[in-house]
């Protein structure tokens, strides 16, 4: 299932309530925005892409892991730290 398509069914969903919500989940999806398509397929073409590496990996494991896996992200200041 393309990522898009776990976006628009609800599969994966950020928090936005608080301003921390809103400045992870911002971050986020900026990194997002540096992937695209270029004539060697889906690549990285912006500064950062780490974070949604995270999530393919994350993804991938939950398909393919053996030991029902299961995925969240890092405690809040161990983020912070991360992206600043």
Do not use: C
Not at 18 to 23: G, H, I, V
Request: hydrophobic share 40%; glycine share 10%; net charge negative.
């Amino acid at each position: 299932m393309p990522k898009t398509l776990l976006f628009e069914n609800g599969k994966i969903h950020f928090p936005y309530q608080t301003k921390l919500d809103r400045e992870i989940t911002d971050k986020i999806l900026d990194e997002f925005g540096n992937i695209g398509y270029t004539d060697k397929g889906i690549q990285g073409i912006g500064a950062h892409d780490d974070l949604v590496m995270a999530i393919w990996i994350a993804r991938m494991a939950q398909l393919y892991g053996t030991s029902g896996f299961t995925w969240d992200f890092v405690g809040e200041q161990e983020f912070l730290s991360a992206v600043a």
